[in-house]
């Protein structure tokens, strides 16, 4: 999954002590949330063509992420600071091992209910409320281009629960990626399968490029652990 954006012009925004308020605020609404879904659709842009696809998000408290397309049935998951990336099609399933700084908060896109490490590692920027909305604009402290994960990403999150509807996340000034999020499921059960990858025999499994194993037989799920309730 390229995790890339569209440049949007933003309201007047407020300064860095009113941001660290409102972020305040927002992991105090969200204290409560434990689990939830959407529906979402996804527009990516590069150089060479325009993609339309659309899935499911699912969200696990404390940190497991996953986006799951349906054609061709691709599986994004972040869990911690491990990221899968399964590819049906290729039979293969790739691996990776992030940081534990800062900036990997920001990979959460907006569902973790502590977000003051933001302020740590990005320029936070929030945007006046317009039709009961506000935008969040991060920008990497960092501006070594090798250790940035994006140039600039924009949550635009409903007040009423804030939640994001879109998700805009900059790679470079010539592919993009714009997320938008229907109606959200809060607190509901979670099937183990919605936030794990249970991978066939014959699927590759790569860790940082290097080969793992290929799945054999009985299949494999993963992350591997005891099943959440």
Known sequence: ????LIVAALLPVIGTEDAATFLRQFAERRQEIRTLTAPFKQLTITPEEQLESKGVIAFRKPRRLA????DPGQVFLLDNLTVYDYDPELKQCQMFELEDDPQTAALFLGFEDDPARLLEAYNVVVDDPSEGMRAIELTP???ND???????IILRIDEKDMLPREIQIVNDAESEVLITIGEYRINGRLA????RLDLPEGTD???NDDFVETVGPRGKRLPE?????
Do not use: C, H, W
Request: glycine share 4%; proline share 3%.
């Open 225 to 229: 652990g005891p099943a959440e309730e």
């Open 192 to 195: 183990v399968e919605q936030t």
């Open 1 to 4: 999954m390229s995790l890339v």
């Open 67 to 70: 986006f799951r397309y349906e």
């Open 146 to 152: 090798d250790e940035k994960y994006f140039e600039k």
């Open 205 to 207: 499994i790569l860790m």
């Open 141 to 143: 402290k960092n501006e």
